[in-house]
C-alpha cells in the first residue's frame, strides 16, 4: 500500500512574526537551517525513505521539499499546486492573535490557536477536506508500494490527515498542531493516533 509523509514548511518571515500567508510568499528565516538540519538528521536516523516528494508551489514549501531531497541524494521535488495553502482572502496579512476579533463567533478555539471558519471568500474547511479528499485519490491510483512525502502547509495539511482517516474536520483541528517541520505518516498499516513520527523544536506557531 502507499504510504504518504506529510511535512509542513520550516519556518519563514510572516510565521515568525505571527502573520496569517496564504498566498503571500515569504522567504524563510534563519531558523529554517536548524529545522532543515534537525528534520534531514532525523530523516536518516529512522532510514525513512521516499520514492518521491511533491511540494507545494510556494517558496517556503518548495524550499524545504527541495532541501530534503538534497539531503536524501533525491531528483527535485515536483511542484503541485493542490497542495498549496487554504485561501485566507481577506485575513492575509492579518494578525493571528487578531482572528477572534476579526471573525468571532465564527471561530474555533484550541489550546494553541483560534481557526477562523468562514470569513468573506475564503476557502471553508469542508472545501478544504474536498480538495484534500481529490488529492489523496489521485496519489493512491498513481503509487501502489510507493512511500510519497508531501510538503505542504498548516491547514491543509491537516484537513489531509482528516481526509485520509475520515475524522471530522472540526475533531482534527482540536487534536493536535501540525507544527513547521513535523513528519506525519499517512497508512493503513498505522492508526491515526500513531501518526505522528516526529517534530522539530519550535521557535513559533
Known amino acids: 500500500m ?3 509523509y ?3 514548511h520550516w519556518q519563514d518571515e510572516d510565521n515568525a512574526s505571527g502573520v496569517l500567508n496564504w498566498h503571500r510568499d515569504m522567504p524563510l528565516t534563519q531558523i529554517w537551517i536548524d529545522q532543515a538540519n534537525q528534520l534531514a538528521g532525523k530523516i536518516k536516523d529512522t532510514k525513512i525513505s521516499f520514492d518521491i516528494i511533491y511540494s507545494s508551489p510556494l517558496q517556503r514549501a518548495y524550499k524545504t521539499a527541495e532541501t530534503i531531497a ?6 527535485k521535488p515536483l511542484k503541485l ?19 477572534e ?12 490557536v483560534t481557526y477562523f471558519l468562514s470569513p468573506q471568500w475564503a476557502e471553508t474547511f469542508p472545501q478544504l477536506i474536498a480538495r484534500a479528499k481529490d488529492l489523496l485519490e489521485k496519489i493512491k491510483a498513481k503509487y501502489n508500494w510507493e512511500s510519497v512525502l508531501l510538503v505542504t502547509h498548516w491547514d491543509f495539511g491537516k484537513m489531509l490527515y482528516a481526509a485520509y482517516y475520515n475524522i471530522d474536520w472540526k475533531e482534527v ?9 513535523e513528519l506525519l505518516l499517512l497508512s493503513e498499516h498505522s492508526s491515526a493516533d500513531e501518526t505522528h513520527i516526529f517534530n522539530i523544536q519550535q521557535h513559533n506557531h
Open 2 to 4: 502507499t504510504e504518504i
Open 81 to 99: 499546486d493542490q497542495l498549496i495553502e487554504r485561501n485566507f482572502w481577506i485575513m492575509e496579512w492579518e494578525l493571528i492573535k487578531d482572528i
Open 173 to 181: 483541528l482540536s487534536m493536535f498542531h501540525f507544527w513547521n517541520s
Open 70 to 75: 538534497d539531503c536524501l541524494n533525491m531528483p
Open 6 to 8: 506529510l511535512v509542513r
Open 101 to 112: 476579533k476579526l471573525c468571532a463567533p465564527n471561530i474555533l478555539k484550541t489550546d494553541i
